[in-house]
């Protein structure tokens, strides 16, 4: 009778399981500790060979990893170096702390920022920079993983100046939140000059705050409206 009742319980379980009762079992866990080997290899890599010479056998290799772990998490080179670039502490930015004014807000942002420019950073985000415009699938993930993320923090900081009446209502927020992160590429790719805390603050303080809470003129009829 126990070998009936056990063959019973069997059946019975592997009912419940079809009705989504019971846990299905579920596939080896993910080794976070790998991941991140593997996400430090890949920029590692990047600097070394730049974005077009880069293969997953190099990355592989340095994060001493087999390539068939490197196709399961990332499926293709572009997905692998934007999640590098996205967790990366290097180009981390806080949450937008709300101090009570605009100018708090922004200083507070850039003093979230790494302290010291990276130079093997510098050199992985401007070869990424020269691939976008070859290869449309990076271009879309960089911009979805990587501009629009941080630009939208900054808009956050403006809309909370509008609500404050700090900025004038009909401002353009959209071209603003761009601002800041354009001039500071330029500085950094083009000019090759250091983004310190004097550029910061000159940045805040008589380019962005001036622009953002100039009153709107009267007469003014091309004014871009906000969006």
Known sequence: MSARMHADDVAAAGTAEERGC????????????????????????????????????????????????????????????????????????????????????????????????????????????????????LAAMAREQLVEPRRLRQRALLERAVARGEIPAGRDLDSLSHLMPALVFYRQMVLAEPIDQDFLNHLIDQIILPLATAAVPADSSSAISGR
């Open 22 to 137: 019971l846990p299905r079992k579920r596939g080896r866990k993910r080794d976070d500790a790998l991941d991140q080997q593997i996400l430090e290899a890949a920029i590692d890599v990047l600097a070394r060979d730049g974005y077009e010479h880069m293969t997953m056998d190099a990355v592989a290799a340095t994060a001493r990893a087999g390539k068939g772990a490197i196709y399961r998490r990332w499926p293709s080179k572009a997905q692998l170096v934007v999640d590098a670039l996205a967790r990366s502490s290097a180009t981390e930015m806080p949450e937008p702390a709300d101090t009570g004014s605009l100018r708090g807000d922004l200083h507070a942002l850039v003093d979230g920022r790494p302290k010291k420019d990276d130079a093997r950073m510098l050199r992985v985000m401007a070869g990424l920079v020269a691939a976008l415009p070859l290869h449309p699938d």
